[in-house]
């Protein structure tokens, strides 16, 4: 076999066999096949898409690239979340200790952040000496001794899928349904969690714009699970405007200790509830949504979640300090306001926009392997449905760079509509398919 005519094969429209796939995914992973025919075979995904028989493949082939955990030996069942990317996503840094604390084990891979979309990674690596390189057995240890643990794409698990995630990052391939089904289901395969909760997100500041590309792709992702015999649920949500307030890494992770002390913005809070009930559902620790939801909520005011926080944190090497005084953690050198033009109301904030504007400003990547800023970023302080005076507060920008700031601003004033009328705010869930 040659990767050339699996590339052209693809392009042709035609469907690619199971061995194909792993001649392709074990050579791409081995090193023998180079970035630039996996850029033109992710291109080719791209544009002619993939049948059920080739994303199923694909995943399996990738989740075998390393090693598969096998979590039972140290806890009988293993819950994880995974979102399919979005802009002020900070989810898994609350729901993880979150659920943790209910005694249900949280054993959770993520990733770097993707085109407009911040990672996990990136977010956890603002906190000084937190270690997102794991070895299998450190991922285990942690398991057992604190129910809690993220670790980063490591060389063990999955590494097929840390190759192309960080190669479609840069060649403007993420947005395909079966890349982005094979790239999440293959390391929640390899990871060896039991049930999986997926956050998929839809709207302008996600890679899925319509409710109907989330809820295929969805579809897809729960279908894969569930033929390798692990419990899926997928939640739909909103990502036309960003998630919470707070997009950028060190920022996120400020929300983040504001959630989990009780406080933080409205929408994520609920959103972090509705992820975290669904989980603790799937696992039979709840009876119900609505009974998870409840029982998550009474943690995040008593203390235990933000207790766990600190244990899991600080377990994998994080500063204490610097969560029980966020002022310690990366902070921007240029802090400024951004007020309303106008007044009247916010009928779109654009997630797109603002994750990009988060990008250039220096928290993301421009190309593979780039050094990000971590305490770079944007606060928005107006969601849709807000009545605004002209003059009242829109966003807060952090950055290290007069120029940036400046583009930021102008950027940022562009990415809200006003409406004359009032607009309510839209529904933030928008469908769960189990
Ligand atoms: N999240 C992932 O893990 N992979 C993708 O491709 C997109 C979002």
Sequence with gaps: MRAVDIIAKKRDKQELTSDELKFFVEGYTRGDIPDYQASAWCMAVLLNGMTEAEATALTLHMARSGDTLDLHPIAPFVVDKHSTGGVGDKTTLVVAPLVACHGLPVGKMSGRGLGFSGGTIDKLESIRGFNVSLTTAQFMDMLAQHGVVVSGQSADLAPADGKFYALRDVTATVESLPLIAASVMSKKIAAGADAIVLDVKVGQGAFMKTVEQAEALARLMVKIGQGVGRKVAAVLTDMNQPLGAAVGNALEVRETIETLRGGGPADFRQHCLTIGGKMLELAGKAGSLTEGERMLAESLDNGQAWAKFVEWITAQ??????????????????????????????????????????????????????????????????????????????FTIHANDPAKLEAARQRLLAAVAWSETAVSAPPHTLMIIE
């Design 317 to 394: 090497g994080g500063d204490r300090s610097q969560l029980e005084n966020p002022d310690l953690l990366p902070t921007a050198t240029l802090i400024e306001t951004v007020a309303a033009p106008r007044g009247g109301f916010i009928a779109g904030v654009d997630a797109a926009e603002v994750g990009k504007t988060g990008v250039d400003l220096g928290g993301g990547r421009a190309k593979k392997g780039d050094p990000i800023d971590y305490a770079v970023g944007i606060l928005v302080h107006a969601k849709v449905g807000a009545q605004l005076a002209q003059g009242d507060l829109l």
